[in-house]
C-alpha cells in the first residue's frame, strides 16, 4: 500500500533537508543559525548557540555576545537549566521567567531596535550521539510587546528538538568527540 505524505510532513521534511544541506565545509555557528532563522522565520539575531565548556556555556553565535561572558552551568538562566536537565522547554511569556537579561542589553546586528526584547523563547540542548550535553540551542521572538511576537507551538519545540540533533552531530564533529557506536 502507497504511503501519503501530508503537505504539513512534506513542509517539515524540507525543512529539516535545508539543515542536512549544510555540508561540513559551511557548518560554522553563523551558517547553522542562518538556517535555523529560516526555518522559524525568525531573524538571525534571534538564534543563540551555545557550547558547553567545562561548568560553562559560551557562545559561539551571535558573535557580538562570544565576547559578553559566559554562563556558569549552576546559575538559574534558562540555559543551564537546559544543559542541566537535557529538557527543551518552550516559553510563550518568556519575559515573566528569571533569566540572565544582561545578554538581551548586547546590541545584535545592525538593527537599532534596542526596544526589542525577547517576548517567547525556545530552548533546546544539545546532545552528542552518546547523550552528553555538548551546548544549547535557543531560538527567540523578539518584539516591543508580548503579542507583536507571535506564540510558539509544542510542533516548533518538537522541530527546533529535530534540528538539535543534527547540529549536535556537525559540533560533535567539530569537537573530536568521540561517538558512542549504536549497537
Same mark, same amino acid.
Given at each position: 500500500?502507497?504511503? =501519503?505524505?501530508?503537505?504539513?510532513?512534506?513542509?517539515?521534511?524540507?525543512?529539516?533537508?535545508?539543515?542536512v544541506g549544510l555540508d561540513s565545509?559551511?557548518?560554522?555557528?553563523? =551558517?547553522?543559525?542562518?538556517?535555523?532563522?529560516?526555518?522559524?522565520?525568525?531573524?538571525?539575531?534571534? &538564534?543563540?548557540?551555545?557550547?558547553?565548556?567545562? +561548568?560553562?556555556? !559560551?557562545?559561539?553565535?551571535?558573535?557580538?555576545?562570544?565576547?559578553?561572558?559566559?554562563?556558569?552551568?549552576?546559575?538559574?538562566?534558562?540555559?543551564?537549566?537546559?544543559?542541566?536537565?537535557?529538557?527543551?522547554?518552550?516559553? !510563550?511569556?518568556?519575559?515573566?521567567v528569571k533569566h540572565f537579561s544582561?545578554?538581551?542589553?548586547?546590541?545584535?546586528?545592525?538593527?537599532?531596535?534596542?526596544?526589542?526584547?525577547?517576548?517567547?523563547?525556545?530552548?533546546?540542548?544539545?546532545?552528542?550521539? !552518546?547523550?552528553? &550535553?555538548i551546548g544549547v540551542i535557543q531560538?527567540?521572538?523578539?518584539?516591543? +510587546?508580548?503579542?507583536?511576537?507571535?506564540?510558539?507551538?509544542?510542533?516548533?519545540?518538537?522541530?527546533?528538538?529535530? &534540528?538539535?540533533?543534527?547540529?549536535?552531530?556537525?559540533?560533535?564533529?567539530?569537537?573530536?568527540?568521540?561517538?558512542?557506536?549504536?549497537?
Open positions: 500500500m502507497p504511503v =501519503s505524505l501530508s503537505s504539513g510532513m512534506i513542509g517539515k521534511m524540507w525543512e529539516i533537508e535545508q539543515l565545509l559551511d557548518s560554522t555557528p553563523e =551558517s547553522i543559525c542562518a538556517c535555523v532563522a529560516k526555518i522559524f522565520h525568525v531573524k538571525k539575531t534571534e &538564534v543563540a548557540l551555545l557550547e558547553l565548556g567545562g +561548568r560553562l556555556l !559560551n557562545f559561539l553565535y551571535p558573535a557580538e555576545l562570544k565576547t559578553a561572558g559566559a554562563i556558569p552551568l549552576s546559575s538559574s538562566a534558562v540555559a543551564a537549566r537546559t544543559a542541566r536537565t537535557k529538557q527543551a522547554e518552550l516559553f !510563550n511569556g518568556f519575559t515573566q544582561i545578554f538581551e542589553l548586547v546590541k545584535l546586528g545592525d538593527s537599532g531596535l534596542d526596544e526589542q526584547v525577547i517576548q517567547k523563547l525556545m530552548s533546546v540542548p544539545v546532545l552528542a550521539r !552518546n547523550g552528553e &550535553v531560538v527567540s521572538r523578539k518584539a516591543p +510587546r508580548p503579542a507583536a511576537a507571535g506564540d510558539f507551538t509544542p510542533d516548533d519545540l518538537r522541530k527546533l528538538e529535530s &534540528v538539535a540533533c543534527f547540529v549536535g552531530r556537525l559540533m560533535a564533529k567539530g569537537r573530536g568527540i568521540a561517538q558512542a557506536s549504536s549497537g
